[in-house]
């Protein structure tokens, strides 16, 4: 069954992953979308005192938790997208091997006031690594038609 804006309440917590870090992933995101040297080359990420090893991109990081959310539960939603992120931390870097698994969380909900038809929810994601490291914390709105809007 597709979820819709009412099976969305405020506190369900969603699962995500787990996605398994690739070595040559890392590199090839960041060859083209990220060429700092620590994200590149691993010498010059242990030579990176505050990394200490190559590490993924924040925004590989935030790609491969998009991944996470879409196999998890927005693709299986009446997801109509999202108007914007609120922040995204990046806690802790991601490393190659690196096991991701997270928990979205319903913060909060409404519907349009424009749309009555559409919810408006945020949603607070943790992604941590296989030692329980927080790597990411973000918040974002998300929305949803109503069960009423998909059937129209």
Known sequence: MTRAYED???????????????????????????????????????????????????????????????DGFILNSTSQGSPGVDFVNWKAPVRPGDRLTGTARVLSRRLSAKRPTLGITKIGVTLENQDGVTVLETEYTLLLLTREGAAA
């Open 8 to 70: 969305f309440t405020e506190g369900l917590e969603l699962p995500l992953g787990p996605y398994q870090t690739d070595r040559d992933e890392m590199i090839a995101f960041a060859s083209e979308f990220d060429p700092q040297p620590f994200h590149l080359d691993e010498a010059a990420g242990s030579n990176n005192e505050l990394v200490g090893s190559l590490t993924a991109s924040g925004w590989h990081t935030c790609s491969m938790l998009m991944r996470m959310m879409a």
